[in-house]
């Protein structure tokens, strides 16, 4: 017996192009060429020979005697596959096929048909025993996704050898019809070549099969009721059967076919069987192509019914020699498709140990199905007098029933593959982590629900095929609900009553139970606002106390196409793009106990990663706007408060233009600092710097001029570009580094400007960005500005934001608030703030929509004049911001609006509904920072859409995470996850994320963990996905061992006091007995003694409470630019009061 030694290396699979497999495939198409080519050579004689009632049965004896060793030794060949290593086997075989092309050589000298028969006979019992190790090899030394197109290629091949085989068996023939000996040197070359190939074929240890029973014929009944209980595999065999039935017809029919019906020559006898060869071989190959990486079994019925009605076509064209040579050639592309996935079925399904036995006894089948052939064809031709062409219409109608009885088995599988090209007609799909799906055995997708199609999407891009649980009203329409029936889907809905919902739990458990692969869509309803839902519990019920495992699923790209809800309609809108690029994605299994909540975070992670791959697309800002402003060139795009007003064009042609001047006169140096508020110059210059492959780096002008140094000088800036007036403004005093924007006009070539706009406006976009952008082309991990924080509780760090993430937060922040080319944002917030230098500044660029700028977010009536004048629908700022807006806006200029988005700060209830009361619009809070670019979270407006209202937003909470951002809420002593409701740290990841701090790397890898960056705050998530804020891991204090949130005491202070405004802040200040003590700083209000018992007497624990000694009242708060509080002057402020008296 031959082993392997215990110290051999773990064998490794092959690639399809792979040294190992292309031996396989080079050996067996070889050993294919000799069998026909010597079989056909026979045949070809006994018809030139003899007349025709003696070359009839002398070919159907040839043939029964070829096929004969399959039906008697298949058994033995499995057994033998099983139980030695297979590439030694293979090597064995070819050698064995020398020595009997040794022998043809004498056959042909001697023509003797006795001995030419015999030599037959040991020929097919070679290929009995070669071909189960062949097959049985394939899964051994092939990925199980590479499967379908092994097959498909070792079919083409094959063919290809009959095809040459058969062709040249009609040549030598034709051209030395007395002489056929001098044949044998080719054939004894070919086998020799064959023998050489399988030395380098892969060398996968044995299967280690049952011990070699001397009883292999008895044997063979044993191994036919094994099979027989196998199920699938067991209808796959037989399906494989039918297909060499019908195909010995064709090749004995074919001869009989051209010579009688047709008049044809050996040679052009030859050329027809070709034809069937040859579209064998190519629709086995396409069969596998269009299999991808899975067993496409949909292709059955489909190469069924081509085969009845291109058999029905010959039936009746033996009078026309081009449409029969196509009717051919397309019946063995369909019989290739026809046979190819039983065969892929058979190889994946088949338990490894067993595979060669189950290939045996196919061959067994398939060959005494090809013996039954030769009967079949001899009772139609002689006791039935058919000829040739009504041979093909018996087979015609005999396939046309199996076809109908396919169709009726397979339906599921047949209209997967007609919806697949449907699919990939109107998508793009990218399939990410299919090799999580488990091939065999149960298992329950959860996904979430993006559109109408999302099923269709997720069954396209599964290897195996999927039952899904749909809504109960789709499955009951009139034809839909007929398809939906014929896949076995199960009807579902929140609105069945409790005994409806558990029968179909029931019956998604019994599919399970039967080792089905089921999907399930966790949210329950397609998202109506593009934001992931909350994920129901009720498929917990479906897996729980069972092994089967949970894939999560995530549907990424496909908000936006006609069959979502953007937009708030369906399929009457127009698409963006055809083919429209989506990605499936599918996790790693996850325990059949998982709750809704982990699946739902593992559906989130699936999108981090779908969505960074959908970035690797796009291009670097400045490119992003150069292909969006040429789409719409003169459409408005920015103007400020001093009366600019730009489109797109203008800004594409002035920014360039401002960029080359900065380019020519500053120093080489790559980061250029910028002190300018938000205004139309402030926006081109940094738009420009970026054509120009420089980092604008914004610095905070709130700060002071020593801190912007500070700043300056670690980012490496060696120019600062200002104005004189904004610069006089400030108070400040010039420095040798700055640059006047006011110098810098003179030297702006107005002829050079016209011609630029010209070419921008002319010329194509591939063009323009290798004449103008060279320099902004490049990967998108490059830094795109450093971003330094508003050092609200120490020193400012920079933080290194690059075109991907900024690219990422656009992204998802467009897919939320559905943009649209009317919108116009007021642009107020500084662009030294990661929110305006992304979402204020490039955001309108990249999205094609407006913005207008004003330098001070506070000057509320001037505020109010730019909304009404420009009609704004967006406005972004701070809760300090919308209380200044509240006193001083009126509600008339304010009602363009449709969405105010708030953040930086908690937007207190009170201030949410005074807002909502004044100008009939509810702000909504979101969550970020300058490390994620800055969104991570957002409060959204709701969803509707056929007569279906999803919540988009909940008061308190700062929404749900953006699409592709991940937020986990983790214990910050442990580090372990916590589930839904349990405050604990916030940590977020995604592509927004920033790439680092800069020059600090030991920061950079504390902000981190595993990928996440740790954001300070402490919240938690709900149930429906919203995250709400509790506080800053800064803001807590210690207070006798216990963790005070500063901000609950100040939720609890202005519900209190009945304030909207901002009167209260909370700080805290060392102590001697207790470690900190609350200190509560206050403006504009007199009653703090009432106030004071009003939290004595309220549900706030007494440790809560400060006292009333530590009430002192300020002026002003101390805020950043932003409108944050700057926690550390508050911090100084509250030390600074003392002790308290």
Not at 159 to 171: E, N, R, S
Not at 738 to 761: I, Q
């Amino acid at each position: 017996m031959i082993r392997r030694s215990a110290m051999d290396k773990p064998f490794e699979k092959t690639a399809l192009g792979g040294r190992g497999f292309l031996s396989l495939l080079a050996c067996q198409s070889l050993g294919a060429f000799n069998d026909n080519a010597f079989k056909a050579l026979i045949a070809l004689m006994a018809l030139m020979t003899f007349p025709p009632e003696k070359a009839r049965p002398l070919i159907a004896a040839a043939g029964a005697l070829f096929i004969l060793p399959f039906i008697l030794f298949s058994t033995l060949a499995g057994d033998l596959a099983d139980r030695f290593p297979k590439k030694r086997l293979l090597i064995l075989f070819k050698a064995a096929e020398l020595v009997l092309m040794a022998l043809a050589a004498a056959a042909l000298w001697t023509r003797s048909v006795p001995f030419l028969l015999a030599l037959l006979f040991l020929m097919g019992l070679h290929s009995a025993f070669f071909g189960p190790v062949k097959l049985a090899i394939l899964p051994e030394i092939l990925e199980e996704r590479d499967l379908s197109r092994g097959n498909g290629l070792m079919e083409m091949l094959a063919f290809m050898g009959i095809i040459l085989g058969t062709v040249a068996a009609g040549q030598i023939m034709e051209r030395v019809p007395d002489r056929l000996h001098l044949a044998a040197p080719f054939f004894l070359l070919t086998a020799a070549a064959g023998l050489l190939a399988s030395f380098a074929v892969a060398d996968p240890p044995a299967a280690g099969g049952g011990p070699i029973r001397r009883d292999f014929l008895l044997k063979t009944f044993d191994n036919f009721a094994e099979v027989h209980g196998m199920g699938g595999v067991w209808l796959a065999v037989v399906g494989a059967a039918y297909f060499w039935f019908l195909g010995a017809i064709f090749q004995m029919n074919v001869l009989v076919y051209g010579r009688e019906l047709m008049g044809l020559s050996p040679g052009e006898l030859s050329g027809y069987q070709v034809m069937v060869a040859l579209g064998i071989g190519l629709g086995s190959y396409f069969a596998g192509r269009l299999s991808r990486d899975q067993v496409e079994l949909g292709l059955v019925p489909l190469g069924a019914f081509g085969v009845f009605f291109f058999s029905l076509v010959l039936a009746f064209s033996s009078h026309w020699a081009a449409p029969t040579k196509w009717a051919l050639f397309l019946l063995g592309a369909s019989g290739g498709c026809f046979v190819l996935p039983q065969q892929a079925f058979i190889q994946q399904r088949s338990p490894r140990d067993r595979l060669g036995r189950v290939i045996a006894t196919g061959n067994v089948l398939s060959f005494s199905a090809i013996l039954l052939a030769s009967i079949a064809l001899w009772a139609l031709q002689s006791v039935f007098k058919l000829d040739a062409g009504q041979v093909f219409l018996v087979v015609a109608l005999m396939t046309l029933a199996v076809t109908v009885y396919i169709v009726r088995l397979l339906p599921d599988y047949l209209l997967r593959l007609m919806f697949y090209p449907v699919a990939n007609l109107v998508y793009r799909i990218q399939a990410q982590g299919r090799e999580n799906i488990p091939l065999k055995g149960p298992a329950l997708m959860v996904s979430n629900h993006v559109s109408f199609v999302d099923a269709m999407l997720i069954g396209a891009a599964s290897p195996r095929l999927v039952r899904f649980l749909i809504f109960r009203t789709y499955y009951e329409l009139p034809f839909v609900g007929w398809i939906f029936r014929a896949m076995g889907c199960i009807p579902i809905s929140d609105r069945d009553g409790p005994k409806a919902l558990i029968r179909s739990f029931q019956a998604a458990r019994e599919a399970l139970e039967q080792g089905e692969l089921l999907c399930i869509f966790g949210e329950g309803e397609i998202t109506r606002h593009g934001q992931m839902q909350g994920f129901k519990k009720g498929f917990e019920r479906i897996t729980r106390g069972s092994s089967a495992p949970i894939i999560p699923v995530h549907l990424d790209g496909i908000w936006g196409s006609i069959f979502s809800f953007e937009g708030g309609r369906v399929l009457f809108k127009k698409p963006r793009r055809i083919p429209y690029p989506v990605t499936v994605s599918f996790g790693r299994p996850m325990p059949a106990d998982s709750t809704a909540h982990q699946v739902r975070q593992a559906v989130l992670d699936l999108g981090v990663e779908a969505f960074r791959r959908r970035l690797s697309e796009r291009a670097p800002l400045p490119v992003e706007l150069l292909r969006e402003a040429k789409r719409h060139p003169l459409r408005f795009a920015m103007a400020d408060s001093s009366g600019k007003r730009m489109n797109s064009l203008a800004v594409l042609s002035g920014a360039w233009m401002i960029g080359r001047v900065l380019d020519r006169e500053l120093p080489p140096a790559e980061n250029v600092g910028l002190l300018l508020p938000p205004s139309v110059a402030g926006a081109l210059a940094n738009v420009g710097l970026s054509m120009m492959g420089r980092v604008p780096i914004n610095l905070n002008y709130t700060a002071s001029p020593e801190v912007v140094a500070q700043c300056a000088r670690k980012a490496g800036v060696k120019s600062i570009l200002t104005s004189k007036l904004f610069l006089r403004k400030l108070g400040w005093e010039a420095s040798p580094e700055m640059v006047f924007f006011e110098d810098l006009a003179p030297k702006v070539s107005k002829a050079l400007a016209g011609s630029v706009a010209l070419a921008f406006f002319v010329l194509p976009s591939v063009l323009l960005e290798r004449l103008f952008l060279s320099r902004a082309r490049g990967p998108l991990e490059r830094i795109a500005t450093i971003i330094f924080t508003s050092g609200s509780t120490g020193v400012p760090k920079g933080v290194l934001l690059t075109h991907e993430s900024i690219l990422a937060n656009m992204e998802s922040v467009g897919q939320v608030y559905q943009l649209r080319p009317s919108d116009r944002l007021l642009g107020i917030l500084p662009f030294f703030h990661s929110f305006g230098y992304t979402v204020t500044l490039w955001l309108p660029l990249v999205a094609g929509f407006g913005v207008v700028y004003h330098p001070n977010p506070l000057e509320a009536k001037r505020i109010g004049e730019l909304a009404r004048e420009y009609r704004a629908t967006l406005l972004l700022g701070t809760p300090t911001f919308l209380q200044t807006y509240l006193r001083r806006v009126e509600p008339d200029d304010f009602k363009t609006l449709r969405c105010a988005i708030v953040g930086a700060e908690k937007l207190r209830k009170e201030l949410a509904e005074a807002f909502l009361e004044r100008f009939g619009l509810l702000p909504l809070e979101g969550y970020g920072c300058t490390e994620l670019s800055p969104v991570a979270a957002l409060n959204v407006p709701d969803g509707e859409g056929l007569g279906i209202r999803q919540k988009g937003a909940k008061p308190g909470s700062i929404g749900r995470p953006l699409p592709g951002v991940q937020i986990e809420v983790v214990s910050p002593e442990t580090g372990l996850p916590l589930p839904p409701g349990e405050s604990g740290m916030l940590l977020v990841k995604g592509p927004n994320v920033m790439k680092g701090y800069l020059d600090d790397p030991e920061k950079t890898a504390e902000a981190f963990k595993d990928g996440y960056y740790i954001t300070g705050d402490i919240g938690a998530i709900d149930d429906d996905g919203f995250v709400t804020i509790t506080d800053r891991l800064s803001r807590f204090s210690k207070i006798g061992g216990e963790m005070v949130p500063h901000i609950r005491v100040e939720e609890k202070l202005h519900e209190t006091a009945g304030r909207v405004e901002q009167t209260f802040v909370v700080s805290a200040v060392p102590d001697e007995k207790r470690g900190e003590r609350l200190v509560v700083l206050y403006k504009d209000f007199e009653d703090v003694e009432g106030l004071w018992k009003g939290l004595q007497s309220s549900e706030l624990p007494k440790l809560w409470v400060p006292s009333r000694d530590d009430f002192h009242r300020v002026a002003e708060f101390p805020l950043l630019g932003s409108g944050k509080l700057d926690l550390q002057k508050l911090k100084a402020l509250a030390a600074g009061f003392g002790k308290p008296a």
